[in-house]
């Protein structure tokens, strides 16, 4: 009941790409994908209320099954590029890791959203944000949307504060060192792809 807010949202996003990166990767099975499912449909339904009253004990024992089914789903189908650069940016600044994976994860999505845009889809199905009858992209880019809605909702920043530009192309060389070859990935991501992505996490101003 006493978690901080901030770590009830970073906890939880940190669950939540666990089984959207396991359901998306090519080691993906229908064992793994129903954990990931069950523990998207719990997230999109609770966290954020979780977040803003701590003291629903339901939805906290919900939240902590939903973490379980996650880890369930990416211990077997892996996880992917969210993790390769959160795990360099906690390395090289200490950003904890579940933020990191948070502000990360729409970002990856975006990238590769063409090629899961069906896993996406039935994911939205899942979470509740559409229909069967809707397009696989209609519902790939709405729950890429609900990912940036949970964010901002719980006040997770859009970039990364600690982030220096002269840090990047180092710190894109070390996640794809880390992905490549150990996460199976749906979209192969070059260095300057990664470089750009890294860029749109930077934080420019006082």
């Known amino acids: 009941v006493g978690l901080p807010p901030h770590i009830t949202s970073s906890t939880g996003m940190d669950a939540l790409t666990h089984a959207v990166e396991s359901y998306i990767g090519n080691w993906a099975s229908d064992y793994t994908n129903s954990h990931a499912e069950q ?61 990191a994976n948070a502000v990360i994860l729409p970002l990856i999505l975006d990238f590769c959203r063409q090629d899961c845009e069906v896993q996406l889809s039935k994911l939205a199905i899942v979470g509740g944000l559409g229909r ?46 880390e992905a490549h070859p150990q996460y199976p990935v749906p979209r192969l991501m070059k260095q300057a792809e990664c470089e750009d992505i890294l860029q749109k996490l930077l934080i420019i101003g006082p």
């Open 39 to 99: 523990a998207v449909k719990i997230i999109l339904r609770d966290l954020e209320a979780t977040y803003h009253d701590g003291s629903d004990m339901d939805r906290r024992q919900n939240l902590a099954m939903a973490s379980h089914h996650a880890g369930l789903a990416f211990t077997r189908a892996m996880v992917g590029y969210v993790h390769a650069i959160s795990h360099n940016l906690g390395g090289l600044y200490g950003v904890p890791h579940g933020l």
């Open 132 to 177: 069967n009858d809707e397009s696989a992209k209609t519902l790939s880019v709405r729950f890429i949307d609900k990912i940036r809605e949970m964010n901002r909702n719980m006040g997770i920043p859009t970039g990364i504060p600690q982030l220096q530009a002269s840090d990047i192309p180092r710190l894109a060389r070390q996640a794809l060192a």
